[in-house]
């Protein structure tokens, strides 16, 4: 496909839910979720990839494609559009799930691992300097039931807790629900206490720890960098360094991917034939991810 002119405008890491990137020309043979011709390359889902997407599109100007990249409903949203058809590629933070293709069967979802993140269990840093640094699984069940009221429960300073979950569908929470529930297993429902609040996107839950003293929230691990106030307790006395989500020896490791509706083709296998080359892969380093190259190193 030969692909001319491009404009793209989006920050990799804005702080509003939902980015647009509007890169303006021709596409010709260009093939929307739902099989119609289109010049607009839909992109939507997990906040955790996003900001990949997001310099992909920007990368790829000159190209004359038109790229749209939302976030809405994080990656269980992303999934549910892509089987709507109101995408055409999917963002997700977690595999597809045998619910996901009992909800729309007609739905070839088909996986393009990009890379590998961690979900951090982040607290402010007031916790870590009282003296706490580790937690296991109980622990970590017992804080997000809302079972633990004061850090100096589980040997941190005496300080009250708040907890901030995600809400169902991200996939940051998945990530933890398994870990603490087992594949099959469901979270108790949430708390009904006024130190318990759903948040949505990484930017979100973030923003949240920032502002509540004695918070903690399990949140993207890179989304750490440059805050200074936030720090990260290890699981079974293991952080998410780049070594130990690379083996999966950090319990909380997970893989990135864009979805598509069968195997990319046309605008789509554009943008992640992009994506998957080496330039492509030199922008999740940027955004604290793992490339492909250095999971199979």
């Given amino acids: 496909m030969l692909l001319t002119g491009i404009r793209a405008v989006c920050p990799p890491r804005a702080l509003l839910p939902c980015l647009a990137l509007l890169l303006t020309t021709a596409c010709a043979g260009g093939t929307g979720a739902a099989g119609a011709s289109s010049t607009t390359l839909r992109i939507s889902g997990s906040t955790t990839v996003n900001p990949v997407a997001a310099d992909a599109a920007e990368a790829l100007r000159g190209d004359g494609l038109t790229i749209t990249v939302d976030t809405q409903g994080g990656s269980g949203g992303g999934i549910t559009q892509l089987g709507a058809g109101q995408i055409d590629v999917a963002m997700s933070s977690k595999p597809i799930g045998d ?4 909800a729309a069967p007609d739905v070839d979802y088909t996986e393009t691992l990009i890379g590998q993140d961690a979900v951090g ?15 296991d699984k109980s ?12 850090w100096s429960e589980l040997g941190g300073p005496d300080l009250e807790v708040f907890v901030y979950d995600k809400e169902p569908g991200r996939g940051t929470r998945e990530v933890l629900d398994t870990y603490l529930y087992g594949k099959d297993g469901k979270a108790p429902a949430p708390p009904d206490s006024p130190r318990f609040a759903i948040v949505g996107g990484n930017e979100e839950t973030r923003t949240k720890l920032l502002s509540t003293p004695g918070s903690v929230a399990p949140l993207s691990s890179a989304f750490l960098d440059g805050q200074p106030q936030l720090g990260l307790l290890a699981v079974e006395g293991v952080l998410p360094t780049p070594a130990a989500i690379a083996d999966k020896s950090y319990a909380l490791s997970r893989p990135l991917f864009f979805l598509t509706d069968g195997p990319p083709s046309g605008a789509a296998k554009t943008f992640l034939d992009y994506v998957l080359s080496e330039k492509g892969q030199q922008l999740l380093p940027k955004h604290g991810y793992l490339t492909l190259a250095q999971l199979s190193s």
Avoid: P, Y
Wanted: no cysteine; glycine share 10%; proline share 0%.
């Fill in 99 to 102: 619910k996901d293709r009992a």
């Fill in 121 to 135: 269990v982040v607290v402010r840093k007031e916790v870590i300097d009282g003296g706490l640094t580790s937690v």
């Fill in 139 to 150: 622990q970590l069940q017992a804080l997000f039931e809302g079972r633990v009221a004061n």
